[in-house]
């Protein structure tokens, strides 16, 4: 499994893809986090917070992780690889496994050069380190939770298709409807009770509880849930080509 994890890491960082997506995240977070003068610009907000960072980083991962699981089943499949993958001495959940953790890997790559931001308001903080760390810290690990769980949706739709677009296109959209989709359909139609229901099966709520350094539980559980789920379908997904033959 770990060569097969180690292969897929190396095949995305010897495609111009790769480096393109993640240049591109940390592009547009580190222009409108300093330099564009909109609601998001850290300096102009006035306190030392990276809140706008947490805000507007998921709307980018509706992009990214898309551009970095797209690939992960859609190329094999194209390239008939996947025939010769399924006969490797690997279980499904084991391929399943790699790729996506091959995946996540990717994504913490894109977020570690994120950090100078960290050290950037710490030292712009009045005093000098005012900062909320233990909310920080609560805020990064809800952001790997909810791009842990946009790559197993990534993945399943990559293991559908052996079109890359059509698998970057479908993950956004599916990934769109997951973070903030039950949130509009709650506003839209549903009050009371039933409104907070609806927007609790959302990624945005449970992320956003995050957000705030709480780590509940249940909001631990709800991602570790919707992993499992696109896991599941990732894998029936697959078993359903032995299916056909």
């Excluded at 897929?8 to 790769?18: K, P, Q, V």
């Excluded at 490797?88 to 399943?96: A, H, S, V, Y």
């Excluded at 991602?223 to 990732?234: D, E, R």
Aim: glycine share 8%; with cysteine; aromatic share 16%.
């Amino acid at each position: 499994m770990y060569t097969l994890y180690k292969k897929e890491i190396l095949s995305f960082l010897n495609s111009l893809i790769g480096y393109v997506a993640i240049i591109v995240f940390l592009i547009i977070n580190g222009l409108f986090l300093w330099v564009f003068p909109a609601g998001f610009n850290i300096v102009e907000f006035g306190y030392a917070s990276l809140d706008n960072f947490f805000v507007m980083s998921p709307f980018v991962f509706l992009f990214l992780v898309p551009a970095i699981t797209m690939r992960s089943f859609a190329d094999e499949k194209r390239s008939g690889t996947i025939e010769i993958l399924v006969t490797k001495p690997l279980t499904d959940f084991q391929i399943i496994m790699a790729k996506y953790l091959a995946g996540v890997t990717l994504v913490v790559f894109s977020l570690l050069p994120t950090l100078i931001y960290v050290i950037s308001v710490y030292q712009l903080g009045l005093p000098k380190g005012n900062l909320d760390f233990g909310g920080l810290w609560g805020s990064y690990i809800g952001l790997l939770f909810l791009a842990s769980a946009f790559t197993a949706i990534g993945l399943f739709v990559s293991s559908i298709t052996d079109n890359q677009i059509v698998a970057f296109i479908s993950g956004l959209v599916i990934c769109f409807f997951a973070y903030i989709g039950f949130d509009l359909i709650a506003d839209l139609t549903f009050t009371g009770d039933s409104a907070l229901f609806i927007k609790s099966l959302g990624i945005q709520e449970h992320y956003a509880s995050m957000s705030r350094g709480v780590l509940d539980t249940r909001d631990i559980i709800y991602f570790l849930s919707l992993i499992i789920l696109f896991f599941l379908l990732s894998k029936i997904s697959l078993e359903s080509r032995k299916w056909e033959k």
